[in-house]
């Protein structure tokens, strides 16, 4: 997936720059999914990623965090066919 950019909550002089790929079950209609609903995708994990505060982006376990809640989000407002059983976090940069 390309990258999203987000001002976290409160700091807008501050951006999130994420990238993630999932694994997911099956993997082609999965895939097919991703694809067709990805603009739905984009705009529920800028609207998720916006809501965060500078603290929550600085956790140490905020990767992990993040993965919970995309994968969460895949599964239950995104995904019908498929599920995605696992979310990477490939990049996580805040500036």
């Given at each position: 997936m390309d990258p999203i950019r987000a001002n976290p909550a409160g700091a807008l002089n501050r951006q999130l720059e994420l990238q993630v790929a999932f694994r997911l079950c099956p993997p082609?209609?999965?895939?097919?999914?991703?694809?067709?609903?990805?603009?739905?995708?984009?705009?529920?994990?800028?609207?998720?990623?916006?809501?965060?505060?500078?603290?929550?982006l600085k956790d140490p376990l905020r990767i992990e965090i993040v993965q919970q809640e995309?994968?969460?989000?895949?599964?239950n407002r995104i995904l019908k066919k498929g599920k995605a059983v696992e979310v990477f976090v490939t990049s996580f940069e805040l500036r």
């Open positions: 082609k209609d999965g895939l097919e999914e991703i694809k067709r609903k990805r603009i739905e995708l984009k705009h529920h994990l800028l609207e998720m990623l916006s809501a965060k505060s500078e603290e929550e995309i994968k969460y989000l895949i599964n």
